[in-house]
């Protein structure tokens, strides 16, 4: 599991510092240097078709690396190992 971590964090993309929710769009548009308004109103355009606005938001945010480097799923999963001793 390791290794899928560390492929995610070479991929050098963070939630942003910006974030309303999740800073899911704040890290996107950090990553290809756009105005954060614009992938917002993208997603916000996306999720109004039909189909997994909200999942791959979701799966976004549980594996997008915060700005101190802490990918979320990858604490809940540690976290749940130390819980089963």
């Not at 290794?3 to 939630?15: A, E, P, S, T, Y």
Request: charged share 20%; hydrophobic share 50%.
């Amino acid at each position: 599991m390791d290794k899928f971590f560390k492929v995610i964090r070479g991929m050098n993309l963070k939630r942003g510092p910006e974030r309303w929710v999740g800073g899911v769009c704040g890290g996107l548009a950090a990553k290809f240097r756009v105005d954060v308004a614009y992938v917002r109103i993208g997603f916000l355009l996306f999720g109004l078709l039909p189909g997994p606005a909200f999942v791959v938001y979701i799966l976004a945010w549980l594996l997008l690396p915060a700005q101190n480097g802490r990918i979320p799923l990858q604490g809940m999963l540690e976290n749940r190992g130390d819980n089963t001793r």
